[in-house]
């Protein structure tokens, strides 16, 4: 099946530090969300992007859609412990439907 | 304005027997999708439900099967239930042909 790859896997940071992550894949897609997951919930919409090279913003998150529409990446500033989760890009590729792919998850462990 | 909600939180099923979930879908959304994700994995996409149809199939058997109602809700089935099938099962709703999709909770299914 289709593969979006999310780097890094997991990350250990001290409050306050900036994270940036990101999501690739061999497929073209339309659209690139970003959710963030608690342990034994189900995922939550942070941010949506809707065409090549946009950038949004939502408080202290930060995404864009990659150029190629292969990529997307999430910045987070000044990280704080609620920020603690794992967080999946997702998206429909391109001409293949409704159907809903997701990354591997990057795992994001806050340390106050 | 309910979100996504599913029922049962939490199920215990043996080899064999056969399951049902539930979901209703955030107020105003009239498209179902289904969702398995397994311990450490990103969701893997089953099926989505629109107009009382199973729209697009992801890559499961035939033992997963499932049902849209009048009012939006869906039921996810699954019959001879394996050892593997033990994981996250989510729902989540969206408008036809939109690109954001809003999780619910999550029904965890453990096979004995």
């Known amino acids: 099946g289709q593969q979006l790859n999310q780097s890094p896997q997991s990350m250990f940071i001290q409050e306050g530090e900036d994270v940036s992550m990101n999501c690739t894949s061999s497929?073209?897609?339309?659209?690139w969300l970003w959710y963030k997951q608690d342990p034994g919930e189900g995922p939550v919409l942070l941010i949506a992007?809707?065409?090549?090279?946009e950038l949004t913003s939502n408080g202290r998150l930060t995404a864009q859609f990659g150029i190629t529409r292969k990529d997307s990446f999430l910045n987070i500033s000044a990280s704080i412990p609620s920020d603690v989760g794992i967080y999946f890009c997702?998206?429909?590729?391109?001409?293949?439907?409704?159907?809903?792919?997701f990354g591997t998850g990057t795992s994001l462990t806050v340390i106050p | 304005d309910a979100g996504v909600t599913q029922s049962p939180t939490h199920l215990i099923k043996t080899r064999g027997q056969q399951v049902t979930l539930r979901c209703s879908p955030k107020?105003?959304?009239?498209?179902v999708s289904w969702y398995q994700q397994a311990l450490g994995q990103g969701p893997q996409f089953i099926f989505q439900?629109?107009?009382?149809?199973?729209?697009q199939r992801g890559n499961f058997p035939d033992r997963f099967s499932g049902h849209q109602f009048p009012n939006y809700s869906s039921e996810l089935n699954v019959n001879a239930l394996l050892l593997g099938d033990s994981a996250l099962y989510l729902c989540?709703?969206?408008?036809?042909?939109?690109?954001?999709?809003?999780f619910g909770p999550g029904t965890r299914l453990t096979v004995l």
């Open positions: 997702a998206g429909p590729i391109s001409n293949t439907g409704n159907q809903f792919y």
């Open positions: 992007l809707y065409k090549a090279g």
């Open positions: 497929s073209i897609f339309n659209t």
């Open positions: 989540a709703s969206s408008l036809v042909d939109g690109n954001e999709q809003f």
């Open positions: 439900y629109y107009e009382e149809e199973e729209r």
């Open positions: 107020s105003g959304h009239d498209t």
